[in-house]
Nanobody, 112 residues
């Protein structure tokens, strides 16, 4: 049974940083690309970042390039999203994704 559990969200001021974590289980983690998606109120869910199985290849949404970094630890079945220089428009629920599976999400609110 696939489980994806996100953590690390919270309230942060503009310009601040957060690090999201996702603990994965129930599948062969190292064999699959992993992604972070987000959904803001009233908007569709969108891809934020994706990382290849070994971590050597990454993809970012244009809106987060240069500010966010996705990484993974295959020994721990973990995927991370380091978010720097946060903006109010980054406010959303952030989801860890594998194939067609999502976690429950973690809320990120950027506000002064």
């Amino acid at each position: 049974q696939v489980h994806l559990v996100e953590s690390g969200g919270g309230l942060v001021q503009p310009g601040g940083s957060l690090r999201l974590s996702c603990a994965a289980s129930g599948f062969t983690f190292s064999s699959y690309a992993m992604s972070w998606d987000r959904q803001a109120p009233g908007r569709e869910r969108e891809l934020v970042a994706q990382i290849s199985t070994g971590g050597s290849s990454t993809i970012y949404a244009d809106s987060v390039k240069g500010r966010f970094t996705i990484s993974r630890d295959n020994a721990k079945n973990m995927v991370y999203l380091q978010m720097n220089s946060l903006k109010p428009e980054d406010t959303a629920v952030y989801y860890c994704r594998f194939s067609a599976y999502w976690g429950q999400g973690t809320q990120v609110t950027v506000s002064s």
